[in-house]
């Protein structure tokens, strides 16, 4: 492996965080990162399985960092389920999310889509189906939220799961508008690894069983490339290329490709970054967003563009 290329940190954390746990991580389609803190004991998990509520409620504090700028600094109050992840609607909502659901009954189910105005208020919830892996929300309030298996095929009670297509597009209200369909010969999605909602008018998945990368555009399947990586859970892409994340074996380790119009890729460079001390990066958290990668570790946030590495590889 070649010596692992430095990167400078686009936001410390440190300086805004002096209590709590991170519990959520993403970004948004303006770029804007979203840091969710637990302020309270964490009550996650009981005896090995996941918990979507605590036994007390939890408070949570929301950040928002435009670069290096805090530009939203808001506190949650008595929120009654553990939160996963986050998105801003464009009506200058807060979504947060749960990943797991109970279904119970017809008229008795967990609406793990948790919306809150700016400053904390709870507004209303939706369904958003139990087992979701990532959750993405376009500049004009689409919901897009992939499934890993259980979301799929059921769990928590589910026996017609909400996300058993493994990717499903919302609008803000909780109305399903999109349900993923594989067509060009693709399986189905058993397990959604990884999403990326690149533009209000493209979304690209990398999923389980064989690992296809599929570009969709206008929620119609553009173009697939059968991928030489197995068990990514994040890629960027632009043009051309993308950059996915590790694999199996070498979770740290990025893989830069060159998609071919006959639906095959060249691998081109495999990588590594480092910090400012020279040592290789751990990622705790990974979003890939559009054209870059936004990498999570030691309350560091890394952003890797890929016309920038292509640039510094001067390929």
């Not at 919830?125 to 892996?133: A, F, R, S, T």
């Given at each position: ?275 400012q001390a020279g040592q290789k990066i751990i990622a705790e958290r990974v979003v890939g967003r559009g054209s870059s990668l936004y990498i999570l570790s030691n309350r560091l946030v890394y952003r890797i563009n890929v016309p920038m590495i292509e640039s510094s590889l001067s390929l």
């Amino acid at each position: 492996m070649q010596k692992a290329l430095p990167l400078l940190p686009i936001v410390n954390l440190s300086s805004a965080i002096s209590s709590g746990e991170i519990v959520a991580f993403n970004v948004c389609s303006d770029e804007v990162i979203y840091i969710v803190l637990a302020l309270k004991p964490l009550d996650y998990r009981t005896e090995g399985f996941a918990k979507t509520t605590p036994d007390t409620s939890q408070s949570y504090r929301i950040l928002g960092f435009q670069e290096d700028r805090l530009i939203l600094d808001t506190n949650i109050a008595e929120e009654k389920f553990n939160i996963h992840d986050i998105q801003p609607l464009p009506t200058k909502e807060l979504l947060l999310v749960c990943a797991r659901s109970h279904y119970k009954s017809l008229n008795d189910f967990e609406k793990n889509g948790r919306i809150y105005s700016s400053d904390g208020e709870f507004s209303r919830e939706i369904l958003l189906g139990d087992g979701i892996q990532s959750v993405q929300v376009t500049s004009d309030g689409i919901i897009w939220t992939s499934f890993f298996d259980e979301g799929v095929f059921g769990n928590f009670g589910w026996k017609e799961p909400v996300g058993s297509s493994g990717l499903v597009a919302w609008d803000s209200l909780g109305n399903k508008i999109y349900d993923f369909q594989p067509t060009y010969g693709l399986g189905t999605i058993c397990d959604c690894y990884a999403l990326n909602v690149a533009s209000d008018k493209d979304v690209w998945l990398y999923y389980y069983t064989e690992f296809p990368l599929v570009h969709l555009h206008h929620q119609k399947i553009q173009s697939v490339w059968s991928m030489p990586i197995s068990g990514s859970d994040s890629f960027a892409v632009s043009g051309n290329r993308v950059l996915f994340r590790g694999g199996y074996d070498e979770q740290d380790t990025y893989h830069l490709f060159s998609l071919k119009n006959n639906g095959k890729v060249n691998l081109l460079k495999k990588l590594q970054f480092a910090d400012q001390a020279g040592q290789k990066i751990i990622a705790e958290r990974v979003v890939g967003r559009g054209s870059s990668l936004y990498i999570l570790s030691n309350r560091l946030v890394y952003r890797i563009n890929v016309p920038m590495i292509e640039s510094s590889l001067s390929l």
